[in-house]
């Protein structure tokens, strides 16, 4: 541990000239917690907005399928603007996030809601055509697993400012 902070890697990250960089930036840092706020919104919008369906509501209005085909790719979107801006925004103040519980805590959810994503379209994607008539159980719970793991995400994200 660096100055009884965080990890040598962390801190030498946020020595950098990226950590230099962002951290002195008058405007790299505010763009890029702007483009990981939009990518959070992107991402866990649509998410939440699928899972949701997958539970049953709207079910007289959009099928599983469509809501799929057009809410998925905001997602995917969401992952590939936050990407890029996370390892922005965490460059600028490595040392302490990387020591942080609730930055740790908020990985471990992202690497298990990714990980309960993958695991549904490898398990489900071949029976949404029928899950309006008979969804299966353990699908839906893993769909209300998915809107509890990522809105948790969202929550240890926005809470890492403040504590």
């Not at 649509?46 to 949701?52: M, T």
């Not at 489900?124 to 029928?130: F, P």
């Not at 969804?135 to 994200?157: E, H």
């Amino acid at each position: 541990m660096e100055h009884g902070v965080g990890p040598h890697w962390a801190f030498a990250l946020q020595q950098s000239w990226l950590g230099s960089l962002v951290r002195d930036s008058l405007w790299i840092y505010p763009a890029a917690n702007l483009v990981h706020l939009l990518g959070l919104v992107m991402l866990i919008g649509p998410i939440v907005a699928l899972d949701l369906r997958l539970l049953g509501l709207g079910r007289h209005n959009i099928t599983v399928p469509a809501a799929s085909r057009f809410l998925t790719p905001f997602a995917i979107a969401g992952i590939l603007l936050m990407l890029p801006s996370g390892t922005l925004l965490f460059a600028a103040d490595a040392a302490s996030l990387a020591g942080s519980r609730l930055m740790q805590v908020k990985i471990a959810l992202v690497a298990l809601a990714l990980t309960n994503a993958v695991l549904f379209r490898l398990l489900w994607s071949r029976q949404l055509a029928g899950w309006d008539a008979a969804p299966p159980v353990m699908g839906q719970v893993q769909a209300a697993i998915s809107v509890g793991l990522w809105l948790s995400v969202g929550y240890c994200g926005r809470m890492i400012a403040y504590l």
